[in-house]
């Protein structure tokens, strides 16, 4: 069974400071795509980043990277120089096959606050 | 800008008093997607229509239906809402369906209360 677990419920930052959110995946499929999604409180689901499980790079959008490890099958997403409005939850998600097509789940998320 | 659009935001309903949330786009995207949102949980998916095709969730209570008149419209209707149905309801757009590099595009939501 594929799954997204995103162990830390919530997170602080100070502003300016880089952030990391962790999030592990299992999956069997050997093609899968993994997601970055932010929902601020006002509930839009903002795409952030995405990276396919045969990218040799690890992805970057901005202030985002993604840190990629294969092997230990997590895909971090890493917050550089963090702003009052990153605050906000944060979900990883997978894509993969399932019965002969393909599905995205999601994880449970982690909720960022950023300090001023 | 290109966008998926949803409204209202905000609806209220009574107990048992159907009600139709509705979903626009203008990615001109194949695949459109409901989810359910309750308070601090991932979303879950609903059902999704490619093109005129409906596809629904196995676990997908029978009270939610959906219908997809043209390519930039999809509704969701509840038809007797419980105190359970109370939620935000996504719409996502995406391309298609058919590779792992699919990205979902999502509305701002419509936050549900039941009364």
């Known amino acids: 069974a594929q799954k997204i677990t995103q162990t830390q419920p919530g997170m602080f930052v100070q502003e300016k400071e880089a952030v990391t959110l962790d999030c592990t995946y299992d999956?069997?499929?050997?093609?899968?795509?993994l997601f970055w999604y932010k929902q601020p409180s006002s509930g839009e689901m903002i795409f952030l980043i995405y990276q396919g499980s045969y990218d040799e790079q690890n992805a970057t959008e901005g202030r985002y990277s993604l840190n990629f490890q294969k092997a230990r099958k997590s895909a971090n997403l890493v917050i550089s120089a963090s702003q009052l409005g990153d605050s906000a939850m944060y979900f990883c998600?997978?894509?993969?096959?399932?019965?002969?097509?393909?599905?995205?789940?999601f994880g449970a998320g982690t909720r960022l606050f950023v300090k001023a | 800008d290109a966008m998926v659009i949803q409204n209202p935001r905000y609806q209220v309903t009574q107990f048992g008093k159907p009600v139709t949330l509705s979903c626009s786009q203008t990615l001109n995207h194949n695949v459109m997607y409901w989810y359910q949102q309750k308070s601090s949980q991932a979303p879950k998916l609903l059902f999704h229509?490619?093109?005129?095709?409906?596809?629904n969730e196995a676990d997908t209570p029978d009270n939610f239906q959906s219908r997809r008149p043209n390519t930039s419209f999809c509704f969701l209707d509840i038809r007797s809402p419980g105190l359970g149905d109370a939620a935000m309801y996504l719409c996502?757009?995406?391309?298609?369906?058919?590779?792992?590099?699919?990205?979902?595009?999502f509305g701002p939501g419509t936050r549900l209360l039941v009364l």
């Open positions: 998600a997978m894509r993969g096959s399932r019965g002969g097509g393909f599905k995205t789940i």
């Open positions: 229509y490619y093109d005129k095709d409906f596809n």
């Open positions: 996502a757009t995406s391309r298609g369906t058919g590779t792992y590099q699919e990205t979902q595009y």
């Open positions: 999956t069997s499929d050997q093609s899968y795509g």
